[in-house]
């Protein structure tokens, strides 16, 4: 998920209790909470796809990158007490509970970055296997509003003198919490209906299915299904009924062409392979050169427009001669 969404939701665990846990208890969990997205540095070096979401996202970064957080938080609060900078009304520092809340902080950021399509390696760096969520797009608008308000009524409440200041971002948790768990059914239920309706028209074996959340509108999925050597498009909208249309014609996945192996020797190529669920590739041979288009089919329609794509120009018995546009994900 983007970061807002992230500190968002570190933020309402602050509100609804935890911040009062320890001092500098809400900059611990909303720090904590966008640690892992540390990997974006890659892009200074290079590198994007084949960074991102992998090593800070995974168990050594749990046990790790915490207690670093932990370390820094104190020294920070030693240092304005020997500064004279430190506020009086801060509470002192609970190192126990700093651990906690940069645990909790550091978990929620995974969670929600598995919710959505882009991809996740939990396990690295044991596995490098991408996980996937399918269930909210990068950027929830919702999230955001549900989030946000009940962290804006918790401190206006807390401004007040109320007794329970927490009370509404508890509630707002608790609304996301059940339209997560909704949004996941509905991707579920899209996935299987689009299963059973590419196999009716004798799609099949269908071998994976991707039912992406679209901005802004919950109601509505963008589907996507594989075969042995094609992919097939459609949209499911749930309101004022179940309707989901299948586009007629599949597209060739075409990534078994010579020219694709070659192409994989650009390092462009061959991290957004690395990080793709649902490849496929356009190979147009000319006189003078070849020119492979690679891109995902969560991403991209037939006609290859989307953000994610990478077009590499091959000369014959040469190789890769140059690459282009560069992918910059989330």
Request: with cysteine; charged share 20%; hydrophobic share 50%.
């Amino acid at each position: 998920m983007d970061n807002l969404a992230h500190s968002l939701a570190a933020a309402a665990l602050g509100e609804a209790g935890l911040k009062k846990k320890t001092g500098l208890g809400m900059a611990t969990l909303v720090i904590a909470a966008n640690l892992p997205d540390v990997d974006a540095f890659g892009l200074f070096f290079g590198e994007n796809l084949a960074w991102r979401r992998g090593w800070t996202h995974g168990p050594i970064a749990m046990l790790l990158l915490p207690p670093l957080l932990v370390c820094a938080v104190v020294l920070f609060d030693r240092w304005q007490v020997r500064e004279g900078r430190r506020p009086k009304e801060r509470p002192p520092l609970d190192i126990g509970w700093l651990l906690a809340l940069a645990y909790i902080g550091w978990l929620s950021h995974p969670l929600l970055d598995f919710m959505n399509t882009y991809g996740i390696r939990l396990l690295m760096p044991f596995s490098e296997r991408w996980f996937y969520g399918d269930v909210l797009f990068i950027i929830d608008v919702w999230l955001w509003m549900a989030l946000g308000l009940g962290i804006w009524l918790s401190r206006r409440r807390q401004r007040s003198g109320s007794v329970q200041p927490g009370y509404p971002a508890i509630i707002s948790l608790t609304v996301s919490v059940f339209y997560v768990a909704t949004m996941g059914a509905s991707s579920i239920v899209a996935a299987q209906l689009t299963r059973q309706a590419a196999e009716a028209r004798g799609h099949g074996p269908v071998r994976a299915v991707a039912a992406s959340p679209v901005p802004l509108n919950p109601l509505r999925r963008e589907v996507v299904f594989a075969t042995d050597d094609a992919y097939g498009f459609g949209v499911l909208n749930w309101v004022p009924f179940p309707q989901l249309r299948l586009e007629p014609e599949l597209i060739e996945k075409n990534m078994d062409d010579p020219a694709v192996a070659e192409a994989r020797r650009v390092k462009e190529v061959a991290d957004f392979l690395y990080w793709s669920r649902l490849p496929f590739a356009k190979v147009e041979r000319k006189s003078e050169a070849t020119i492979v288009t690679i891109a995902d089919a969560r991403y991209a329609d037939r006609t290859m427009a989307g953000p994610f794509v990478q077009t590499v120009q091959l000369a014959s018995n040469i190789g890769a001669k140059q690459s282009q546009r560069p992918p910059n994900g989330p």
